[in-house]
């Protein structure tokens, strides 16, 4: 079923069944291989459905497709064991003598994984894991909706003890603080409602400033709507905080007709009139400013940009249609709603409001007195005042430099992700063994949910020494104790992995920003300008994480880039290639099909189409030796070992090499200690390269730290123009 937001996806790790040839290699004759008419199959006659030569390899394929119940007849018949079910169309492959020889006799044929590299599990059962990212420009939220619409419309049809697990979502924590926010939103407006009657201490009066506070709101999300903004953290954010702003202007409003009636006023009408033709300048003035302020955050460049643009600008909004709702609609309830609580004949009204009123403002004027005389206090002595101005500046640029920064708040998203790394060499049989030791002390921890795992792939890319886990961490109302934050959840992984030797472990949570790096902490790829050893510039890097894991501001810093991989030199003497007319290209083709695997056809079945892949036996490809027992064809049709054209030497060496800016590279993950913020920590970073790097050495910051550190200088300039 297609869902049109959705851009890609793909299965890493994924187990699914495709047709494998294991050639036995015991013997230089199979030059002979397809001599004639090869089309029967334990006296079964087929037609072929398509011949195909394997390049370089010497010999040809002959394929008879046949039907499960008539292929179980003769097989049977013939006295051979059956490996397919009734279900399933086998697909057979004849390599033949020229006697007419079955397959069976020089390879095994077997349905088998389309790849090896890579298994995977969830909470110890077998799994095959799907990544689904969303197309540009489409909505993040409803497009994760429309799949698990299609997820729950499949999973009806899957077979018995099969289900679809969901291990990361990010509506989740969407939803989970869109709710906080709106409860916060609800929260700020009654408030600001108590405030408003216990100053203007009359029902109706409290009403006209409350209902311009949902007119600003709903005059807000119409223009989000028209401009393209969607309602998500930032944009509640902000009317969280234009709610104690918007209302301002209805209340100086209502304020001002107060005091009209004060004066004497008995017309409502009148009291407005002439309420507003004393105020106007002063809110027009006042909106004016706030929005000056908050329109330059909307220039801002760069992903934060993108973030304060949204801010900003719903800000700028709210405050802007307060002000047309104070022009407009205040003045309007002001003039229908309000009465003046002293009659033509001087008499105060004797009731709740009347008597509340009298004696909050005996409270009110005793403290304005003593303000008043605070402020003529400071006003004869002008030392005073300039001393407090220079003071408040002063702490001011303390503040500024002394507070923690960073791009993004680090919350807790559900979700952990643990890489794990073994020692260079290690199989992929003993990683599965390491894994699963680190899954058994992980499901001690009840605060997670659902544990996905896949051997074959980390932060640092893949191999048979790397793995990765996937972790879902139960709801949050679920964990509102101490110690059951995300925080918590990883320094316990670090605490039950620490006495596992054989495993290197790093955990984090996904980074706020999707897309941006691999977790929520640092990135950097520290680089050699000079080009040199690789060994060298390892041995650097080791030497700079040694240093920065010394830094108190750091609490994890993580290389797994290692040199000292077990590799084989491949030699090809070029000379007798050339004498026996046989390319090097022909000799390392053949040398990875027998050793590696080579995807040699394909074949169309249930629908689908499926590779066809040859590789020798484990057991034929265990050492050097295993040369002398692979062939090549030459240019006179004859067969000869590889061991006569190539060399195997052992050495040691990186797994894979990395380049940035056009330099290589060797990428270092770290997150922040318990206290200090990212730019406390890439304050640590940039004075740790400066003493410890040698000359030609440097480092570039990358995912959330690269914005957050071109971010801060265009914070600086944007604060300064705010300011003017």
Known sequence: TPVSPVGNFGFP?????????????????????????????????????????????????QVVIIEAQQLRSNLEGNGLAFACTKEYLFKAF??????????????????????????????????????????????????????????????????EGAEFVVLTDTNKFLYASINSVIRTLIEAILLVIVVVYVFLQDIKSTLIPTISIFVSIIGTFAVMSLIGFSINLLTLFALVLAIGTVVDDAIVVVEAVQAKFDEGYQSPVLAADDAMKGVSSAILTSTLIFMAVFFPVGMMGGTSGAFYTQFGITMAVAVGISAINAFTLSPALCALLLKPYIDEHGNTKNNFAARFRKAFNAVFDRLSRRYVRGVLYVIHRRWLLWGTIAVSFGLLVLFVNTTKTGLIPEEDTGTVMVSMNTKP???????????????????????????????????????????MS??????????????????????????????????????MSPPMIAGYGMGNGFELYLQDKNAGDITAFSQVTDRFVEALSGRPEIGEVYSSFAADYPQYWVDIDAAKCEQSGVSPSDVLSTLSGYFSGEYVSNFNRFSKLYHVTMQAPAEYRMDTES?????????????????????????????????????????????????????????????????????????????????ESNTTNNAVWIFVLCMV
């Open 94 to 159: 004849q390599l033949a003598y020229g006697a007419g020889n079955a397959a069976y006799e020089v390879a095994d044929i077997e349905l088998g994984d389309e790849y090896y590299n890579y298994s995977s599990e969830v909470n110890g059962h077998p799994a095959a894991f799907m990544l689904i990212n969303q197309k540009a420009g489409s909505n993040a939220s409803s497009t994760i909706n429309e799949i698990h619409e299609v997820l729950d419309e499949i999973e009806r049809d899957l077979p």
């Open 425 to 467: 060499g290690t199989s992929m049989a003993q990683t599965g063994k390491t894994l699963k030791r680190i899954n058994s002390r992980l499901d001690s921890i009840a605060e997670i949910e659902y544990n996905g795992t896949v051997a074959g792939f980390s932060f640092s890319g893949s191999g048979p020494s790397q793995a």
């Open 627 to 707: 040369l002398d027992g692979m062939y090549v064809r030459t240019s006179d049709g004859s067969m000869s070992p590889l061991s006569h054209f190539v060399r195997l030497t052992k050495t040691n060496g990186p797994s894979d090499l990395t380049r940035f800016n056009m330099f290589n590279a060797i990428s270092i993950s770290g997150s922040p200690a318990t206290g200090y913020s990212s730019g406390q920590v890439l304050k640590a970073i940039r004075e740790t390269a400066d003493h410890v790097l040698p000359s030609g050495y440097t480092y570039e910051l990358g995912g959330l730290s690269r914005e």
């Open 13 to 61: 790790g994924r187990k699914l069944r495709f047709p494998r040839i294991k050639r036995l290699v015991s013997s230089g004759e199979t030059d002979c291989l397809l001599q004639g008419d090869a089309r029967r199959l334990g006296g079964l006659t087929a037609s072929p459905d398509e011949e195909v030569e394997l390049s370089g390899l010497g010999y040809m394929v």
């Open 470 to 507: 996937f972790l879902t961490l139960t709801d949050w109302d679920e964990r509102k104790g101490e110690g059951q934050s995300v925080n918590d959840v990883i320094g316990r992984i670090y605490a039950a992995t620490a006495d596992i030797p054989d495993a290197t472990v790093f955990a």
